[in-house]
């Protein structure tokens, strides 16, 4: 969902980034809901071009990656999704100003 442009509009426009983050604190140590929704957030954060979007990024979304993070720190998966998302939230956030 989160690789189609017109599904990541619509992820932005509906804040479907806040309900992802909202499923991964519900279910903070299920590996797999953990790496999915770093990825998706992390899509989301990129626009078709590979630029990065400008949206607003939310502190849930930052909380639930690190609270993926802490739960799943010998994960590497977790670890790498979490991380890339971070970065993508962090080059959103500079690219907004």
């Known amino acids: 969902l989160s690789f189609d442009p017109r599904a ?3 992820m932005r426009r509906k804040f ?6 909202l499923i991964m604190n519900e279910h903070t140590f ?3 809901i953990q790496s999915d929704g770093c990825v998706i957030i992390g899509n989301c954060a990129v626009d078709e071009a590979g ?9 849930r979304e930052i909380e639930a990656v690190l609270a993926s993070m802490t739960a799943h720190e010998g994960s590497l998966v977790v670890v790498e999704a979490a991380l890339f998302t971070l970065m993508s939230l962090a080059c959103r956030t500079a690219t907004s100003f």
Request: aromatic share 10%.
């Open 51 to 59: 630029n990065f979007a400008e949206t607003r990024v939310y502190e």
């Open 30 to 32: 299920d590996a797999t």
């Open 8 to 10: 990541k509009k619509v």
């Open 16 to 21: 479907g980034t806040d309900v992802v983050a």
